[in-house]
């Protein structure tokens, strides 16, 4: 959102196919490492930022 991309920019951008990124977001898919490390290069930031939900003892974040 602060880049400004919908789901089918930031996928054009990424080489990635729009409904892939929806399903993403929505918590359906199990990302691939190398799928994070490209989307985390056209967001211009660190794949661990991407994964930073995941670094709590908070259960709720968890699918």
Request: net charge negative.
């Amino acid at each position: 959102m602060a880049l400004g991309l919908s789901q089918e920019a930031l996928a054009a951008h990424a080489n990635l196919h729009r409904t892939y990124i929806g399903s993403i977001e929505r918590g359906e898919r199990n990302v691939a490492l190398i799928n994070i490390i490209v989307l985390a290069k056209t967001l211009h930031c660190k794949p661990s930022e991407l994964l930073q939900c995941l670094d709590t003892d908070n259960d709720e974040t968890l699918p």
